[in-house]
Each structure stands twice: as C-alpha cells, then as structure tokens.
C-alpha cells in the first residue's frame, strides 16, 4: 500500500511539473511574440527606407518547444517558391507519456505533413492561408486477459488551415497556426478478445482526440538572401 501511494504522488508530482513547463514554455512564446510585433512596427525587418540591397526571407526551419513537455517531437521546414506561394514540410514523433494518460497500452505515433501556403501580403513573414494532407500512424501493444497483443491506426488528413509568421531581423521566427480537415482512419488489433478491442478503444478516447485537427506554435531560425 505504502508502495503504491510513492508512485502515485511520484505520478502526480510529474504531471505537475509538465504543466509547469507547458505554461513556462506558453509564456515564452506569447512573450516573443508581442517582441516580435512591435519590432515589426518599428521596421526592423526589411525596412521599405533602406538604401542596402535589399534581401529577404525565403526559408525557415521551425521546432516546437511546447510538445517536448508531452513527449512529442515535432520539427518543420518551409521554402517560399515566390513571393506569394511557400511549401511547409513537417515530421512528428510522438513518444506518448504512459503514466500521463494512465493507458491500458504502450503506444507511440509518426507523423508526414505538407502544407501548401499562400502569404496574402508577400513574403515569409506574413499572414498565410492554405491546405494541408497529412498521414499519421499511432502503433502499440497491450495485454489482454493475459495475452500479448499490437495494434496499428493509420489515419490521412486533408484540411485547410491559416496562421502567422513573425520574423525578427536576426532571423529567429515564430509561428502559430491552426486548420481542420476530413480524416480516414482505420483499426487493426491482431486480437479479437473483448479487452484488447476496448483497451484500444480506450487509448484512441483519451489521447487522439483531435484526429482532423492541424496546429503549430513553433520557433525557429529564418534564412535571408538577397533578392534577385
């Protein structure tokens, strides 16, 4: 009994420390952010009264510091083909905490992102509309009544989202953005026990919640290069 109140509190002391580090990391980025605005205001980045041969932003590699706390890790990169029209591409592991969401199973997931995106004023650092498609496969294992068994849930999204870039002259960036789409997913659980079905079940309800959902509060490091 003594035994099982230690780990219950060692559990609990390490949810409260990852909450603490989320909102630490929040604070962080909300606080970057409003830096990066008024600088933006104050036209340090790309200044129309410049007599300099003028360069600008056309590539960012971004990662998102947030996620770390729920053991995802998540990396992007976006190229701009033209002053309108970038391409993102993104990965994701995701390293599912088992004593955060007190699963039945051991489970991680992958994820493979490209997100199309028009920047309505030009440019990296701006407003951006666009569509993304995205296949992400969660795998694990369990057991079931004394049974070992896997499971896999392949799933593809297509969906449309928007968002913002801020880019401060030295080119550290931050970016948020959100979108939702139409998903297909699929189950396959080489078991037909009861159990094993809704332990799997059970997982997909308290952690893949948001199945269409696409975000992004990223930083990262802007490439600047002259204009031709």
Same mark, same amino acid.
């Given at each position: 009994? #003594? ?11 390490? $949810?409260?420390? !990852?909450?603490? #580090?989320?909102?630490?990391? @929040? ?6 952010? @409003? ?13 129309? &009264? ?17 996620? $770390?706390? @729920?053991?995802?890790? !998540? +990396?992007?990169?976006?190229?701009? *083909? &033209? ?8 990965? =994701?592991?995701?390293? +599912?905490?088992?004593? @955060?969401?007190?699963? =039945? ?43 070992? #068994?896997?499971?896999? $849930?392949?799933?593809?999204? *297509? ?7 801020? *880019? /401060? &002259? ?14 297909? =997913?699929?189950?396959? +659980?080489?078991?037909?026990?009861? !159990? ?12 893949? $919640?948001? &199945?269409? /959902? /696409? ?9 600047? /290069?002259?204009?031709?």
């Amino acid at each position: 009994m #003594f035994f099982n109140k230690s780990v219950l509190k060692f559990k609990n002391m390490k $949810l409260s420390l !990852s909450k603490k #580090f989320s909102k630490l990391m @929040l604070t962080i980025l909300i606080s970057l952010t @409003l830096n990066f605005c008024s600088a933006q205001k104050s036209g340090l980045v790309n200044s129309a &009264n410049s007599t300099v041969p003028k360069k600008e932003f056309k590539q960012a590699v971004n990662f998102c510091p947030i996620a $770390l706390a @729920l053991g995802i890790y !998540s +990396i992007n990169y976006e190229r701009m *083909i &033209n002053k309108h029209h970038g391409l993102m591409g993104r990965v =994701d592991y995701e390293s +599912i905490p088992h004593w @955060l969401y007190k699963l =039945d199973v051991k489970a991680n997931g992958k994820a493979a992102i490209l997100n199309y995106r028009y920047h309505i004023k030009g440019g990296l650092q701006s407003f951006f509309v666009g569509s993304f498609a995205r296949y992400r496969v969660f795998s694990g294992t369990g057991n079931a009544e004394g049974e070992k #068994f896997s499971f896999t $849930l392949p799933e593809v999204s *297509i969906g449309l989202n928007l968002g913002k870039r801020w *880019i /401060f &002259n030295n080119g550290i960036n931050i970016t948020t953005a959100g979108g939702y789409g139409y998903f297909m =997913d699929r189950e396959k +659980i080489n078991s037909n026990k009861t !159990s094993a079905v809704n332990s799997v079940r059970q997982f997909q309800k308290k952690y893949d $919640l948001y &199945n269409g /959902f /696409f975000g992004e509060i990223s930083l990262g490091y802007a490439f600047k /290069f002259k204009k031709k």
